[in-house]
């Protein structure tokens, strides 16, 4: 399979708003509300920021959301902030039972 | 507090095997799955598969097949992964997490290892 879709670099100023796409399938994002979007910071494990495409867990700041249409997904950050810079990944379950991941998305802050 | 902690660093020759441990504390190991993420230098996050520690009972991701063997102690509350046949390009960190409580949302995953470093090379 192959991976989800996403924009391979996004930026933004401090205070501003960005937002993330992860396109896939219906036999993935399209199929199920399966969907998560995790931060990952260089040399770091990755740290879950939504799940359930909009679900947030305890501790992670209310500036992220998330929200799906169809086969494609988004977070959106907004009030961006320097400790927002960063990778962040999708990941949806899919048909097989098994886990799919975007590509990946780098974003900076101006 | 949940924590996963690996074991280290591994560097092996192709066509050898490698073992990576990962040790849970903080809940009950047999009652959240486990997953095993692996992450090439430089590159994104690729999903290996996914453990019951209950049943014992793996799904893996196509491409592994028979080349990747998920398995558990739970009398320690340790998952395993076994990678054989070990090419060049299974250079990667390979990170063990938690998944949800078992029968949940098969793809989510909310605590992370430190990742442990499998270096392939002659």
């Known amino acids: 399979q192959s991976a989800l879709t996403q924009p391979a670099s996004v930026s933004g100023s401090p205070g501003q708003s960005i937002t993330i796409s992860c396109t896939g399938t219906?036999?993935?994002?399209?199929?199920?509300?399966?969907v998560s979007w995790y931060q990952q910071h260089s040399g770091k494990a990755p740290k879950l920021m939504i799940y359930?495409?909009?679900a947030r867990p305890s501790g992670v700041s209310n500036r992220f959301s998330g929200s799906k249409s169809g086969i494609v997904a988004s977070l959106t950050i907004s009030g961006l902030q320097a400790e927002d810079e960063g990778d962040y990944y999708c990941s949806s379950y899919t048909s097989d039972s098994t886990v799919l991941f975007g590509g990946g998305t780098r974003l900076t802050v101006l | 507090q949940v924590q996963l902690v690996q074991s280290g660093a591994e560097v092996k020759k192709p066509g050898a095997s490698v073992k990576v441990s990962c040790k849970a504390s903080?809940?009950?190991?047999?009652?959240?799955?486990i997953h095993w993420v692996r992450q090439a230098p430089g590159q994104g996050l690729e999903w290996m598969g996914r453990?019951?520690?209950?049943?014992?009972?793996?799904d893996n991701e196509q491409r592994f097949l028979g080349r990747v063997t998920l398995t558990r102690d739970t009398s320690i509350s340790t998952a395993l992964l076994e990678v054989s046949s070990l090419r060049s390009d299974d250079t990667a960190m390979y990170f063990c997490s938690r998944g949800s409580r078992l029968y949940g949302d098969l793809s989510l995953i909310d605590y992370w290892g430190q990742g442990s470093l499998v270096i392939v090379s002659s």
């Open positions: 219906s036999s993935d994002v399209g199929g199920y509300d399966f």
């Open positions: 903080g809940y009950t190991f047999s009652d959240y799955y």
């Open positions: 453990l019951n520690p209950h049943s014992g009972a793996a």
């Open positions: 359930e495409v909009n």
